[in-house]
């Protein structure tokens, strides 16, 4: 038992002096020195009962009770508010929290809190700007080199000549017509006549009419004259010839525009791919309004496995210059297209011309382009795409899908010019192409939207897209010996074209009925574009870390340090906002 406090039988506890007087009382009782302290009654300063023995359990409390156990009770929530917060000092790894709670000086503390507050604003002010930043999914551009079997790409060529001279009969009067009013042979009317200049041939158009042949020449009009400058000019003269001819020609059936034009069987005299033969039957028919038959080769098994014209396609092409029409067809050659493959050919927007008379070779490039997910950038797959209209997506289809189903949707017909692309779409508008003044009309208006960006289309970038960079080199082809040759198998194969080549004198002009073109991979090397999130997620991370730690020292698991002391914090406001309350 200790030294300073006894327990007596009684239950109550008391102190040295305390004990030390009530062994003397008890031992004046005992040998009969006088009462004992449990049966004093007189004393002047009480009984030592109640001056050694308070009875506080019976006591009434005074009246200043209630307000010093509210003191009482803030002196307690003071001290449990701040002894929350030095045990978050104590474990904590926040800076400066420590030395608020160390500092002896108020100064000192006010110094070292205001310190905290300010690094706390700016790490908000720094993990706020972090956080714009990754919302706004910026992306880069990688550029790599890769190395490959290069996947060969689908080649489409057509003849300069939409119709053949020899099927002009089978085509409508009007389209003859127009085909008779520019025969170069009928402007020179003044050869013979003495001081009579010479009627240059465009100079001629000028007298001929060639407004009213068409329902599409209003059309034409206005589409390619929207903007101001333009407005009242008179259109050019050949301009004028071509859109008539051009919309007559499509006014014609599928089958007659394909009968009419030239064939791959007549002009087709060799096709090899890496030194392999390959022939007519592997070129797929395309009718184009420009340029009437063209013709596309391709094959997954078109791989190539080395660089050099040796390893490409070599075509060499009977161009049937006798079959031009004379004044329509200003230009002998072809017109080439090299387009990834199982996308829509579109000879007259994206091709290059190839001369005859030359032997033609195409260096091939290959960009390999991959954008980012739909999350950073908004870019088309064109899976859904293939499925619905059977070819290959890409911006520029895309773009004459959506016009033209606005058409469709508006007007109930479609600009005939694209009637080859719902052929193969297998639309089921694809007999429903413009054909009346009033049709004509409403698509005219919607497309005059179109170019002054009052109606516009979604067509987003592919997320995956080849391209090709062209390298095209020339020379002279074939020699006059050469030519002879490719004269020689020409007429084994077609007697009746015989007699019209071998009337033809000069080597000159043999040669140009033919043309030699070879498309070839320059290198196995490509391009490789690749978009990707300029700040990745994990990247986002790091950041916002590095920005809490360079500002207060926090790590992951500090934070939920703080986090615990606010939790505590709401805890303790809690339980003394509901002591209050029972109080009330």
């Not at 095209?472 to 007429?491: A, D, V």
Request: one cysteine or more.
């Amino acid at each position: 038992m200790s030294r300073n406090n006894q327990k007596y039988h009684d239950g109550w506890t008391f102190g040295v002096d305390q004990e030390m007087a009530y062994r003397n009382s008890r031992n004046r009782g005992l040998f009969g020195l006088g009462s004992s302290p449990w049966e004093a009654q007189s004393h002047d300063t009480g009984s030592l009962s109640k001056r050694f023995y308070p009875d506080y359990r019976s006591a009434d409390p005074r009246p200043d009770y209630e307000d010093r156990e509210q003191k009482r009770e803030k002196t307690v929530s003071k001290k449990s508010f701040r002894k929350i917060f030095n045990r978050f000092a104590d474990r904590t790894a926040m800076q400066g929290v420590g030395y608020i709670k160390s500092a002896k000086l108020w100064y000192s503390r006010a110094l070292w809190a205001f310190l905290l507050l300010v690094a706390i604003g700016w790490m908000v002010f720094h993990l706020f700007y972090l956080i714009s930043q990754f919302l706004e999914l910026p992306i880069q551009t990688k550029i790599s080199l890769g190395f490959n079997n290069l996947q060969f790409p689908a080649v489409t060529l057509c003849n300069m000549n939409a119709v053949k001279w020899s099927r002009l009969p089978d085509t409508p009067l009007d389209l003859q017509e127009i085909v008779a009013k520019t025969d170069p042979d009928q402007f020179n009317p003044g050869a013979d006549v003495p001081g009579k200049r010479k009627k240059r041939f465009v100079e001629g158009f000028d007298d001929f009419d060639f407004d009213n042949m068409s329902y599409y020449d209003d059309y034409y009009s206005d589409y390619y004259y929207v903007d101001d400058i333009f407005r009242g000019a008179e259109r050019d003269s050949v301009f004028k010839i071509e859109s008539s001819f051009r919309s007559l020609y499509l006014s014609m059936p599928r089958d007659t525009r394909i009968d009419v034009g030239h064939q791959i069987e007549d002009m087709l005299i060799s096709c090899s791919y890496n030194g392999f033969k390959c022939y007519a039957e592997n070129f797929t028919l395309v009718n184009t309004p420009e340029y009437g038959n063209c013709f596309t080769i391709q094959s997954k098994g078109f791989v190539a496995k080395k660089t050099g014209p040796k390893s490409g396609l070599t075509l060499i092409l009977y161009m049937e210059n006798d079959e031009y029409l004379k004044g329509l067809s200003q230009g002998y050659g072809m017109r080439l297209q090299i387009h990834d493959q199982d996308t829509f050919p579109l000879p007259d927007e994206e091709g290059i011309f190839v001369s005859s008379s030359y032997e033609t070779h195409v260096g091939l490039r290959l960009k390999d382009i991959t954008r980012v997910s739909p999350s950073y950038r908004d870019c088309e797959n064109g899976q859904d795409f293939k499925r619905q209209h059977k070819v290959e997506y890409s911006r520029t289809v895309c773009r004459i899908v959506c016009e033209q189903s606005v058409m469709v949707r508006e007007c109930g017909c479609y600009f005939h010019e694209y009637k080859e692309f719902y052929h193969f779409s297998n639309s089921p508008f694809k007999n429903k192409w413009c054909r009346t003044q009033s049709e004509i009309s409403c698509i005219n208006k919607i497309q005059r939207e179109f170019k002054s960006q009052n109606r516009n289309c979604n067509c987003p970038n592919p997320c995956r897209e080849k391209k090709y960079s062209l390298f095209p080199s020339s020379r002279q082809w074939p020699t006059e010996k050469y030519s002879n040759t490719l004269l020689t198998g020409l007429c084994e194969r077609f007697p009746l074209q015989c007699f019209t080549l071998t009337s033809i004198t000069d080597p000159r002009l043999l040669s140009l009925n033919f043309l030699k073109v070879t498309i070839y991979y320059e290198d196995l090397n490509y391009e490789k574009i690749e978009e990707e999130p300029e700040i990745a997620t994990a990247q986002f991370a790091s950041d916002v870390g590095g920005a809490i730690g360079l500002w207060i020292g926090l790590s992951v698991l500090a934070i939920f340090e703080v986090v615990q002391f606010f939790l505590e914090l709401c805890k303790y406001g809690f339980h003394v906002c509901k002591h209050n309350s029972d109080e009330r």
